[in-house]
């Protein structure tokens, strides 16, 4: 089974602080995504990786930066978050023949006051 | 760019009713479909997907979904719902320039009276 895992449920940080996000991936997959749900807009995508040091933007990368230094991890940062990035944040991934199905990690809750 | 768009963002149903939710979506030519299924406190997981061939195409847990590219929808459907079937559905919709993109759509929250 394809397990994808993020590093925390729930996340309180105050307005300006640097947030790091952190998505694992233990099936050598070379895609991972990080995207965003909010209630009635679905999952919009925030950025893409396809291989390490490598990153493409999503529909909504503004306000973020990524990292992949290893092929499992990729990490989602906020230089300076605000309150408007209060949201569930969810991170994939997707093997190069897997017919485009992402698996999902179970999503970090973050609030930002 | 490619739109995808669930019209019912709240259904509520009894149990033994009958599901049918809609997803269309804005690209005329080749599609990938998928609908993919959160469980309350669970991550997403896929349903089932559409490539090509039978445009019928039947998933887990009962659910099954028909591609009429005439109509560009990709509907979910189920005889029969369960209690268990309460979660939030979403369609996503790939397209041949997307590259490892999915496009979501806005989502559809199902809720099961027992």
């Known amino acids: 089974d394809v397990k994808v895992t993020q590093s925390s449920r729930y996340l309180v940080k105050r307005t300006g602080e640097k947030v790091f996000l952190e998505c694992v991936q233990d099936m050598d997959h070379e895609n991972m995504f990080w995207y965003r749900q909010d209630p009635g807009l679905g999952l919009r995508l925030i950025y893409f990786s396809y291989d390490v040091k490598m990153k493409e933007k999503g529909d909504i990368p503004e306000g973020y930066s990524v990292s992949r230094e290893k092929k499992e991890r990729f990490s989602l940062i906020l230089e300076s978050a605000s309150t408007n990035q209060t949201s569930m944040y969810l991170c994939a991934s997707r093997g190069a023949g897997s017919a485009y199905e992402q698996y999902f990690g179970p999503g970090t809750r973050l609030t930002v006051t | 760019a490619q739109s995808v768009s669930q019209h019912n963002h709240h259904v509520i149903l009894s149990e033994a009713a009958s599901l049918e939710l809609g997803c269309n979506y804005s690209?005329?030519?080749?599609?990938?479909l998928f609908w993919y299924v959160q469980y309350p406190g669970q991550h997403l997981q896929l349903l089932l997907k559409y490539f090509s061939g039978d445009p019928l195409v039947k998933g887990i847990k009962g659910f099954e979904a028909e591609f009429i590219k005439s109509k560009f929808s990709f509907n979910l459907r189920k005889p029969s719902v369960q209690w268990s079937d309460t979660a939030e559905y979403f369609c996503a919709v790939r397209t041949p320039w997307a590259g490892n993109m999915l496009t979501f759509g806005g989502g559809t929250r199902l809720m099961v009276k027992p």
């Open positions: 690209y005329g030519g080749t599609v990938n």
